[in-house]
């Protein structure tokens, strides 16, 4: 058994007082102590003065096929498979060294990341949504969803339940990564999303929209998706957030994660910011909009879109953390639950990771400083933990 012990800890939803001294025992944490505990016999330590404690990090929201270039996502048709291997790697091996343990990815080129071990050594966990369910030609077509009409999308998600995906992801509005798609309209009929969201609970799968436009979202949590990715609420004059959206988003317990997080300094392709600006929408308006979203009561998640440009770098969720709290208003306990146990629960690994709680995985990470107070410390790692084994040491 060998203990990690800091002053300061964060247990995937509240501070402990008193820190922590968290037991790992082969992949599993076996017991969480106050950090002035005294250590079981036989047990060895790691002292982390200065830093604090707290589970691995969980990305709601990634794209492993996609290498955060100018064109991730253009490029996708034309890679080959060896190359989409590499590109799957790479990402993995980033998100780990910024501390990420976890991670969903909702956009698969054919079944390339599905088909890969989702637990395999040195890699953070991954769950798996395969191709996304798109409109003929629709956001991320290339990505081989294409499908029409309710009887293929029934057929679809069947088809996913069975390669063994983990949740069904559909894009129910266009995208602005996706030429020709329309960000403030639906691809799909309210009754094709109820066909899908039904399909997917039948077989068990959680289903998780994409939705930038307000019709869209409004489909989505009519049709009982169990998380929407973006909510934009964008409309053809704008952003607008209905008064009472957030409280029936809440009421629904719908999993909503803004996908914020980029690095600063940095601006999204010139094609990029063209579509945004013909579609009359900014990065700036998507934070107000995520602000009035937390404002209304939504818990939102810190998942990012890693991969998809170079303003969304994989190990980016520190990042999404930062401006949930800095520009959305989010108390920082609340932000950091976003990142951890929340977003365990919302990707449907709470009872595995997540948390520091005997018996989940030995995922951990510490940083130097206090995430409480300062965000932007959970981007400095000191110590990166994945089911049991040290991956990083700062
Ligand atoms: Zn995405």
Do not use: N
């Not at 933990?385 to 991956?391: A, D, H, I, S, Y």
Request: proline fraction near 8%; hydrophobic fraction near 45%; aromatic fraction near 2%.
């Amino acid at each position: 058994m060998h203990g990690y012990r800091a002053d300061r800890a964060f247990d995937g939803e509240r501070p402990l007082p008193g820190g922590a001294l968290v037991l790992v025992d082969g992949a599993t944490i076996r017991g969480v102590q106050p950090a002035a505990a005294p250590a079981p016999e036989g047990c060895t330590v790691t002292d982390l003065p200065g830093a604090t404690l707290l589970p691995g990090l969980v990305d709601t929201h990634v794209h492993l096929c996609a290498d955060g270039g100018p064109h991730a996502l253009d490029q996708l048709p034309d890679l080959a498979a060896e190359r989409l291997e590499g590109i799957v790697t790479r990402a993995l091996a980033g998100q780990l060294r910024a501390g990420v343990t976890t991670v969903r990815d909702l956009g698969d080129r054919d079944w390339v990341v599905a088909d890969r071990p989702r637990r395999a050594a040195g890699a953070p966990t991954v769950v798996a949504s395969g191709p996304p369910l798109t409109a003929p030609r629709g956001h991320c077509w290339a990505m081989g969803g294409e499908v029409s009409g309710v009887p293929g999308l029934r057929r679809a998600v069947r088809e996913r339940a069975e390669r063994g995906a983990d949740v069904v992801k559909v894009m129910v509005s266009g995208g602005l990564l996706t030429p020709g798609t329309d960000v403030t309209a639906c691809q799909f009929s309210p009754e094709e999303v109820r066909a899908v969201v039904d399909e997917a609970h039948r077989a068990g799968l959680p289903v998780t929209a994409h939705a930038h436009a307000l019709p869209a979202v409004e489909a989505a949590l009519a049709a009982g998706a169990d998380g929407i990715e973006h909510c934009s609420c964008l409309t053809g004059a704008g952003a607008r957030v209905p008064g009472d959206l957030p409280a029936r988003l809440a009421a629904a317990g719908t999993a909503v994660c803004p996908t914020l997080g980029r690095l600063p300094g940095i601006e999204p392709p010139a094609h990029v910011l063209a579509r945004m600006a013909a579609s009359g929408t900014s990065y700036e308006d998507h934070l107000v909009t995520a602000a009035a979203l937390h404002r209304g009561g939504v818990a939102l998640l810190a998942g990012t879109d890693a991969g998809v440009g170079p303003t969304k770098p994989h190990g980016g969720v520190a990042l999404a953390v930062g401006e949930l709290v800095a520009t959305c208003g989010v108390p920082a306990a609340e932000a950091l639950a976003g990142a951890t146990g929340r977003a365990a629960d919302a990707v449907g690994l709470g009872s595995r990771t997540g948390r520091l709680r005997a018996g989940r995985d030995a995922d951990l990470l510490a940083v130097d400083g206090d995430p409480l107070t300062d965000p932007a410390c959970l981007q400095r790692p000191r110590l990166v933990v994945l089911r049991g084994r040290e991956v990083l040491r700062g």
